[in-house]
């Protein structure tokens, strides 16, 4: 059943939906109608109720492009009960009508920039596509741009475990209005440009316990065999099951990208003096850190923010703040 509002503009613009269906069967053989209408249902109606509330006078151009956006990611498998990404379907029913006032006005780069947010986040592993999706529909009244949709989008999902977002991120908010900028990340009564400083400067801010990235493939983790790693600028290299990745950490979350063999080669395998390994224990300076892994043929690689710690003993890789 879907909304008296949806039910009447499809009734009154009936030979022209049905033409844009049957244009994308002819593109998309494979289209499950069921499908299609199945999501018409679930996760286009919702937003066409909101843009109805919002902005009565546009809700017939957002029905038809939603339509029509609606078509191309069923046809592609992206959307509906059967969506690859079953995350896409939840941002447009739940998050998607919270943008009302923007849809209103540009319902294609809205509907698509989240729909590509959502496709990205759930692709990542380790990221948390509900903490970005719920964190962006707690300010979705704040953001008046499509801009400022982008920037706030793209900062969320850094902190959502999007490591590697971090630079990008941190422009992205530069663009923002400061109160905004602070909104984003949950710090509304601290000055933007001291945030800001602190967050470039220091990758691991709030988070002084580091983390643990990676387990035995066969048990859904990373890495075939115990990884070995060593430190570039942009994170780790890792050797592990004759495959080479990039690891990319923080405070927010890590990710692993493919690399190759010369950059593991080329990478530093040096350790600062400051750190020392004495059996299980490292210590960083001052600090004492007791490590629950058994002693002995421990490895350390460090660049200017982190310290990773592997071992022959599990697949896992310690991460921890140099500072």
């Known amino acids: 059943m879907i909304s008296p509002a949806f039910a009447s503009i499809l009734a009154s ?18 289209l499950d109608m069921a499908a299609f209408s199945a999501f018409l249902r679930d996760g286009v109606d919702p937003l066409v109720v909101a843009v109805a509330a919002a902005a009565p006078e546009r809700v017939g151009g957002v029905t038809l492009a939603a339509y029509d956006m609606a078509l191309e990611l069923v046809g592609h498998g992206l959307a509906g009960p059967a969506a690859k990404t079953p995350f896409l379907n939840t941002v447009w029913r739940e998050l998607a009508p919270s943008f009302a006032p923007l849809l209103s006005t540009a319902p294609v780069d809205v509907l698509g920039m989240l729909s590509n947010a959502a ?7 380790g990221a948390r596509p509900a903490q970005w999706q719920r964190e962006l529909a707690a300010l979705a009244a704040r953001i008046a741009t499509l801009a400022q949709l982008r920037a706030v989008g793209q900062v969320l999902a850094w902190r959502a475990g ?37 967050l470039q400067e ?7 316990d580091g983390r643990e990235f990676g387990s035995f493939t066969g048990l859904g983790g990373a890495f075939g065999t115990p990884p070995l790693v060593r430190a570039s600028a942009d994170g780790f290299v890792v050797y592990s099951g004759e495959r080479h990745y990039l690891l990319v950490a923080d405070a927010y979350g890590a990710v692993l990208h493919s690399a190759m063999a010369q950059e593991f080669e080329q990478a530093n395998a040096d350790m600062p003096a400051s750190v020392r390994l004495d059996g299980a224990t490292l210590q960083i300076g001052a600090r004492r850190i007791e490590l629950d892994v058994p002693a002995g043929d421990m490895a350390i690689a460090a660049n200017a923010h982190t310290i990773a710690v592997t071992s022959p ?11």
């Open 119 to 125: 496709l990205h986040i759930a692709s990542v592993a």
């Open 162 to 198: 999007v490591a590697h977002f971090r630079q990008g991120a941190l422009a992205a908010a530069d663009t923002l209005p400061p109160a905004l900028a602070l909104a984003a990340f949950g710090e509304p009564g601290a000055p933007w440009p001291q945030v800001r400083a602190q």
């Open 202 to 208: 220091n990758p691991w801010r709030g988070n002084a």
């Open 13 to 30: 613009g009936r030979a022209q939906f049905n033409a844009r269906a049957a244009e994308a069967r002819r593109r998309f053989p494979a």
């Open 313 to 323: 003993w599990t697949h896992a890789i310690r991460l921890l703040p140099l500072a």
